[in-house]
Every structure is written in C-alpha cells, then in structure tokens.
C-alpha cells in the first residue's frame, strides 16, 4: 500500500537558519503530495502541493519539488522564523472518484529559537 | 479560518458516556473526513463521506458511529470509549470529482479525554 516517510524531530533551528525537511513516499500510481502545517493548538492547514512530477510547490517562502525518480518530495525554506515552529506533516493522494484517501507520514516537529 | 469548523473543541468524558462530535463544512464541498490523530503515531483515517455515502471504513471500532445527514455536516457518535482513544479527532472536507487535486481542509479539531 502506499506510505510516506519523513524524518523524525525535534528539529530545533535558530531563526534565519535554512530548514530542510526530507520526505520520501511509496505508492503504486501518480499520486499528488502535500505538505501540511500544524501550529499549536490548531488543525491541519495545506501549507504546498505537487501534482505531477518535477512540479514546485510554494508558499509562505516554503517548497517542495516532486522528484520521481527519487519518489521523494522534501520541504525547504531559506530563512526560517519563530512563527514558523509546527508540526509539519507530509502526505500523498490516492485519487478515486468517491473522495479521495490521504495516507500522511509521521510528522516533524521544527521549533526555531530567536 | 472558518471554513471547517468543529465542536466541541474539548471534552472529556467516562467510559459510558454517550456523546457526539459535530463538524460542519462552509465551502460547498461534496466529500468529509475523520481522522484521528494520537501522540506518536501517524494520522489515521477513520471515516470518508462522498456525497453523503460511506465509502471508505478503516476498520474502525463499531463504538465510533459516523453520521452524515447532508454535504455539510458530519458526526462521529462514541459510546463506551476506551481510554486509548483518548486523541485529537479531525474532520475535512474536499471537493470530489475526477478532475483535478482533491484539497483536503481541516477543522481545527476536537481534543477528546476518556477517563
């Protein structure tokens, strides 16, 4: 079945450091990747999205390339900042018809120190 | 962020309880979502609703009762819990269809405690 591996936190940063967090994923078909942030105390909200290999997702500063050939999908952002600590969660998309199933990873705990 | 909202937002309750998670979507979407999210493990799908129709059931305990009256609104109804499910439970929704990226959005979530 499908799945997605990401690195396991803390990872603690001081503001203005570059973050990089790696995801790789396993599934059968072309899959769309996400990934989604989660602030303390809150839901999941979609932080960037890929459809299709070789496509840039971006927001707020972060990307994601969708790499194909290394079926990996990673986070990266130039200069963090203390807002930016969360829960960052990678996902992929089994699209069907009837609603769609997201199989997420782990999650990634970033914490960035002034 | 008001476009999933859910409620309550916390609650606690004992082993023989009886009560009801409520979530209601505003963006007009056709498909909805539970999951659960423990510390320490991955989220878990639990439910998904497509146009108000149960497709997908991921082996979850029968004392976890999804309902879907309409697009908008989805239950989750518990009774005799475990402490082990004692979690943030999240709804979402999406709007289906074969074309294109279905985006899932998410409530803010409920923390529920099981004494």
């Known amino acids: 079945g499908d799945s997605v591996t990401q690195m396991e936190g803390p990872v603690t940063l001081s503001e203005e450091a570059f973050l990089t967090i790696n995801c790789t994923y396993t599934?059968?078909?072309?899959?769309?990747l996400f990934w989604y942030v989660q602030y303390p105390g809150e839901g999941l909200q979609l932080l960037l999205k890929a459809t299709k290999a070789d496509d840039k997702g971006s927001n707020k500063g972060f990307e994601a390339t969708y790499r194909k050939e290394t079926t990996s999908f990673h986070l990266e952002k130039g200069s963090v900042q203390v807002s930016d600590s969360a829960v960052y969660f990678c996902a992929l998309s089994d699209r069907k018809a009837a609603g769609n199933k997201l199989t997420f990873g782990g999650g990634t705990r970033v914490l960035v120190k002034p | 962020e008001t476009g999933v909202t859910q409620t309550p937002r916390h609650l606690v309750m004992g082993m023989t309880n009886k009560k009801s998670l409520k979530c209601e979507q505003h963006?007009?979407?056709?498909?909805m979502y539970w999951y659960k999210q423990s510390a320490k493990k991955p989220l878990e799908l639990m439910f998904v609703y497509s146009l108000e129709e149960r497709v997908e059931n991921n082996s979850v305990p029968s004392r976890f009762s999804p309902e879907c009256p309409n697009s908008s609104h989805l239950f989750l109804h518990l009774h005799t819990l475990q402490p082990e499910d004692s979690a943030l439970y999240l709804c979402?929704?999406?709007?289906?269809?074969?074309?294109?990226?279905?985006?899932?959005?998410f409530g803010p979530g409920t923390r529920l405690l099981v004494l």
């Open positions: 963006l007009g979407h056709n498909a």
């Open positions: 599934a059968t078909g072309y899959p769309s």
């Open positions: 979402a929704s999406s709007q289906g269809g074969l074309a294109g990226v279905e985006t899932q959005y």
